[in-house]
T-cell receptor
Framework: DTAVSQTPKYLVTQMGNDKSIKCEQN?????MYWYKQDSKKFLKIMFS???????INETVPNRFSPKSPDKAHLNLHINSLELGDSAVYFC??????????????FGEGSWLTVV | QKEVEQNSGPLSVPEGAIASLNCTYS??????FFWYRQYSGKSPELIMF????GDKEDGRFTAQLNKASQYVSLLIRDSQPSDSATYLC??????FGAGTTVTVRA
């Protein structure tokens, strides 16, 4: 079974649309994350949730809204998609909520292309 | 200044050689450091973490940490073609470097 799973894996959509990416982890971790990796491979934290509560919200346009219905799920909803949103979005989880500490486990990524 | 900076690469080494990757960080209070490997089209996977000054060895990989100089490095000994990937340095869980792409030539 995949530890951190996200869907869809590939998504092609038009500018202006609204889309969601779902993420689920079966590792029993308390903390989940969304990262964005652009075409230059630069991986950047977007959000972090601990037990359904938002603990990190980096400088991300408010068109991006994370939702955590329970600690095993962290979904990402994106409104009014723009060309610059094209990237790979990685969901991840870790067993601690401290900034320093244990490693993180990544999902397989969701390739978003906005046309 | 970026929080984490890596030698930009790309780095090409012959099979069997040592690949050396370097990373510097700006937050002197950082306590944990990670090296991830990312194959093309795949997600990052952890290969090493280091918390204390000095060297940490795991198989063909050695991580080196120098907190006074604020750098962390990764050595890959006896490089294999399967080591060809992008290596990401991470400080804590939040800040990643831009990655160094390594190609091992057979």
């Amino acid at each position: 079974d995949t530890a951190v799973s996200q869907t869809p894996k590939y998504l092609v959509t038009q500018m202006g649309n609204d889309k969601s990416i779902k993420c689920e982890q079966n590792l029993g971790h308390d903390t989940m994350y969304w990262y964005k990796q652009d075409s230059k491979k630069f991986l950047k934290i977007m959000f972090s949730y601990n037990n359904k509560e938002l603990i990190i919200n980096e400088t991300v346009p408010n068109r991006f809204s994370p939702k955590s219905p329970d600690k095993a799920h962290l979904n990402l909803h994106i409104n009014s998609l723009e060309l610059g949103d094209s990237a790979v979005y990685f969901c991840a989880s870790s067993p601690q909520d401290r900034v320093d500490g244990n490693t993180i486990y990544f999902g397989e990524g969701s390739w978003l292309t906005v046309v | 200044q970026k929080e984490v900076e890596q030698n930009s690469g790309p780095l090409s080494v012959p099979e069997g050689a040592i690949a050396s990757l370097n990373c510097t960080y700006s937050d002197r209070g950082s306590q944990s450091f990670f090296w991830y490997r990312q194959y093309s089209g795949k997600s990052p996977e952890l290969i090493m973490f280091i918390y204390s000054n000095g060297d940490k060895e795991d198989g063909r990989f050695t991580a080196q940490l120098n907190k006074a100089s604020q750098y962390v490095s990764l050595l890959i000994r006896d490089s294999q073609p399967s080591d060809s990937a992008t290596y990401l340095c991470a400080v804590r869980k939040l800040s990643f470097g831009a990655g160094t792409t390594v190609t091992v030539r057979a």
